[in-house]
């Protein structure tokens, strides 16, 4: 489903713990690390899309989380055509998207990589609000860039959980262009999941 300029609706999910740390996945048999994203659907809503994709690509249902806010608008990026699938060059154009602040009220054990039969993740770790974000493939990093200012003003001030004053911030935001994350102590891995028709990395992205 695409719109007149060639993007397809789409949902990201900015996924925070009580220290105010951010959900990274990494993605399949990758080296990249990215935050929870899927195509929203005919009929759906972006937020019904948003706990679709929540509890498919990281095993929580609408109980374990809270949402704190959302993107005011669409955030646009392009895809190269060489990660486009051939039947869609010439008219596939990127990804629109409406970005998700959530809160995990459950706990750390309720996040499964494996609720569906072909899993986007194979291990997560949270990091910092203001990762760098070089684990990030190019084309997204500028979204990711623009989710993460405009909804950081959405965070509960602790000074336990990685204070930084607001300056700072602002400065961090524009400096992600950046290493691979750190790991944290809270780091997860799960084994490499059992052979199955997983989508190509052009396919996932198209998710």
Request: no cysteine; glycine share 6%.
């Amino acid at each position: 489903m695409l719109d007149k300029d060639g993007y397809r609706p789409n949902v990201g999910i900015i996924l925070l713990n009580r220290r105010n740390e951010v959900f990274w996945g990494k993605r399949i048999r990758e080296h990249s690390w990215q935050f929870p994203q899927g195509g929203i659907k005919r009929g759906e809503s972006p937020e019904q899309a948003m706990f679709r994709e929540l509890e498919e690509e990281v095993g929580l249902r609408p109980d374990h989380v809270r949402i704190i806010a959302r993107t005011r608008d669409w955030l646009r990026y392009e895809v190269p055509d060489h990660w486009v699938r051939r039947e869609w060059r010439g008219h596939y154009r990127g990804q629109k998207q409406i970005w998700y602040l959530l809160r995990l009220v459950g706990r750390d054990s309720d996040i499964q990589l494996r609720a569906s039969q072909h899993p986007e993740f194979d291990a997560w770790r949270w990091n910092q609000y203001w990762v760098p974000l070089d684990s990030v493939i190019e084309f997204k990093r500028d979204v990711y860039r623009l989710a993460l200012t405009e909804l950081a003003k959405h965070l509960q001030r602790r000074k336990s959980a990685n204070p930084v004053a607001p300056n700072e911030q602002a400065s961090q935001a524009k400096q992600q262009g950046l290493e691979a994350p750190q790991p944290s102590t809270a780091q997860k891995a799960m084994q490499a999941p059992s052979p199955a028709k997983l989508k190509g990395a052009a396919g996932s992205d198209l998710s």
